[in-house]
Every structure is written in C-alpha cells, then in structure tokens.
C-alpha cells in the first residue's frame, strides 16, 4: 500500500474519531421492558433496518442476548478480560463502573471493530444441540464429580466395597454397585446378604449374564474381614452413604437422558453425516463438536482459524533472538475436552491415524503432544469436509508415503 493510500486512511479515521461523541446513557432492566427502551433509544440514534447498530456486551448468553440477534443487528460478545485492558487506556485510577464499561465496550466496536469476532450465525438446531451437548458434558462432570466424593467416603469406612468392584469399568457408578449400595450401605448389611437378595439386586439393575456367578462373588467378596468403625459411627456414615448415592444417581440419570436428546436432535442436522464419517466420531462425540463449532460456516474462513480455536494448533513467541513454540492454553475447553477423546478414538479406528501418531511418537513428541498433532490434522480435515459437503476419505486424509513424497 502506498503512502498516500495510508495517509488517506489516517485522515478518515482521525475525521471518524473527531465526530465520535456520547449520543445517550440510559440503565436497562434485563427483561421485555428493558429490551423495548433499549430499541427505543437505537431508533433515535439512527438504528434502521438496513442500517442496524452492532452492539457489544460481555456475555454470549441469556435472553437479552437472544431477542438482540432476533433483530439480525451483529452481536460482538468481548472478552471480559479484553475489555478489562481496554479500561486502562481510558482510566488509570483502575475505576469501575457501569457506565464506564459500557463506554469501552462501545469504543471497543468504535476503533477495534475488525479485531473482533460477531457471534456466529447459527441455525436453531445449531443452537438447541449446543444446549443439550453442553449439558450432558456437565452432567458428566458432575457425575465424576459425586463418584470421587462417595468413593473417598467410602474409603474411610467400607473399603472392601470399593475392593468388590474395583473391576468394574464404571466403578462404583456402575448400575450394579449402586443398587447393592443402596440395599446395604454398611459393612453389617453387605455382609448379611444373600444369594437370592444378590442375584435380585442384579437382576434390577439391569444385567442378565452371568448372573449365579458374579452374585456368588459379590457374596464372598463382601464377607471379607476388614477395618471397621465404631457401630454408631457406622451406621451414621452409611446415613451419609445414601445421601451421596442419591446425588450420583441423579448425576447417572441426567448423563443418560441428555445424551440420549442430544444424539437425538444432532442426527436430524444436516452436517452429521460428515461429522460422524470422521474415524473416531460418534453421534455424542460429534454432537459435542458440532455445539463447539456450530454451522455458520462464515465463522471460520480458513483451517488455521478453526485449529486456533480448539487451541490444537501451537503457538509461537518470539522476541529478538529467542523464539518458543508452545501448546495453546487459551482455548475453547470443550472442544479440546473431546478433541482429545476423538484423537484417542481414530487410533484404532483408522490406519492412517494410526501411522500419523506413531511417527510424532517417533519424532520425539509426548503422547499428548502426538494426540494434539493428530487433532490438530483432523481438524483440517473437517473444515474441508464442511465447506466442500463431502464425507471423510481415508485416502485423501492420509496418503500412502509415496504420494506424500511425491506431493
């Protein structure tokens, strides 16, 4: 660009800034009134349909935010922590108030305008699949959560519970472990239980093999001496037990109901079929990548933004003579959450994957690092399977050494 070209960009920006002024102030209320009076006043100040004013807040959620991108206007969600360096340049007092926020936020759209993002266009399907994903993932936590809470209290006084279904893949969030629990939270009363009560409690939580067998295991394994509590103390923390059991058979609950209306919705969008051609991608996992990325596909104009994103593509610092290239630790949790999952998936389910990880594994890269790599090359790969409206290809995604070689 010339220098004539940048002069004349200074001047406009300079005319811009010399007519910016504070046009109105007003407090809102966030409900239906509060919306109107805030139309009310963009009317006023030039807000038309074809002409629509952005507006910049520092959430993305909740009804305010929802009835704003009804009316079509750009809705810029910033960073509290951006706009918390912002603030300086107006204050050096370190102040804060409302009026003052909403002052940066509006210089933010002002001067910085193209450094944000708007948030996406998505369909509602989009966004209703965001909602449940999200959720499940919560009650997933939540349940992980209530487990490790009720095995460490039961590690302070039933300990040979914990042993009897150390085998179980769920643990104690097993179905099974919790319908025993809940018939006999002490030592005293898992001790008492017999065959039939046993073979029962199996039967009610849903197995149907191997039934005389396990329950014959169950029963000597929960007669095994071990350390006890004093009885009162005993009883009382398997009082304890059941209040903590009910929480993590809510959590159970929860995960089992959401995931089942989040799979539900997420095969009725269009882009599941891509999604779950990917090796490693299921309708729960690629529901969650979906409710990450949403199908706007304006979002992400090219692979590299999208990797940025989900924090799989590494970062570069550099300062004179030093440079480091790091992980991205600035990311959107939750893709990088299943990121990892669907990296660990592929393994197995695609050859090519495979090979890819076993040579960053050779190249001297750690087993996360390796993961990260191999999402990150996926991820390339999804954006061109989304903007092309193609299913994944082996072939194309991994090719043989000798097409590498000769590309």
Not at 160 to 181: D, K, M, P, T, Y
Not at 207 to 217: L, M, P, S, V
């Amino acid at each position: 660009m010339r220098f004539e070209e940048y002069a004349a960009e200074w001047r406009d920006s300079q005319r811009h800034l010399e007519i910016s002024s504070l046009l109105a102030r007003a407090r809102i209320t966030d409900d239906l009134d509060g919306l109107h009076q805030l139309l009310e006043l963009l009317t006023t100040h030039g807000d038309t349909a074809n002409t629509l004013v952005p507006v910049a807040i520092e959430t993305s959620r909740g009804l305010l935010v929802a009835c704003l991108r009804a009316t079509g206007r750009p809705i810029y969600a910033i960073n509290p922590m951006a706009a918390a360096r912002y603030r300086d340049r107006h204050t050096v007092t370190r102040k804060k108030s409302d009026h003052l926020d909403a002052m940066v936020l509006a210089n933010i759209l002002r001067t910085d305008r193209a450094a944000h993002r708007p948030l996406p266009d998505d369909s509602e399907l989009a966004q209703a699949i965001a909602v449940l994903a999200r959720a499940q993932q919560d009650a997933v936590w939540d349940r992980t959560q209530a487990g490790n809470k009720l095995r460490s209290h039961l590690r302070e006084y039933f300990p040979g519970f914990l042993a009897a279904f150390q085998h179980n893949r769920e643990g104690i969030s097993s179905n099974v472990a919790r319908a025993v629990l809940a018939a006999a939270p002490t030592p005293d009363q898992a001790a008492k239980l017999t065959r039939t009560q046993l073979r029962a409690l199996l039967k009610k939580a849903g197995r149907q093999r191997g039934i005389e067998t396990e329950a014959e295991r169950l029963r000597d394994a929960l007669r095994i001496p071990q350390m006890r509590q004093p009885h009162p103390v005993e009883l009382a923390m398997g009082r304890q037990t059941i209040a903590l059991l009910r929480q993590l058979d809510a959590a159970c609950t929860s995960v089992d109901d959401l995931a089942e209306a989040t799979v539900e919705s997420f095969d009725t969008h269009p882009d599941a079929e891509i999604i779950t051609s990917f090796p490693g991608l299921g309708s729960l996992t690629g529901a969650r990548v979906l409710a990450e990325i949403g199908d706007d596909r304006s979002r992400f104009t090219d692979a590299k933004g999208l990797k940025a994103f989900a924090g799989a593509a590494p970062v570069t610092r550099a300062s004179g003579i030093s440079l480091a290239v790091t992980a991205c630790r600035v990311k959107n949790q939750r893709l990088a959450s299943v990121g990892y999952v669907w990296a660990f998936a592929s393994l197995t389910a695609s050859p090519g994957a495979r090979a890819h990880y076993d040579r960053r594994r050779a190249d001297g890269d750690r087993h996360t690092a390796a993961q990260r790599n191999l999402f990150n090359r996926m991820l390339g790969c999804l954006h061109h399977c989304l903007t092309q409206r193609s299913v994944y290809d082996e072939g194309t995604a991994f090719p043989p050494p000798a097409l590498r070689a000769a590309a």
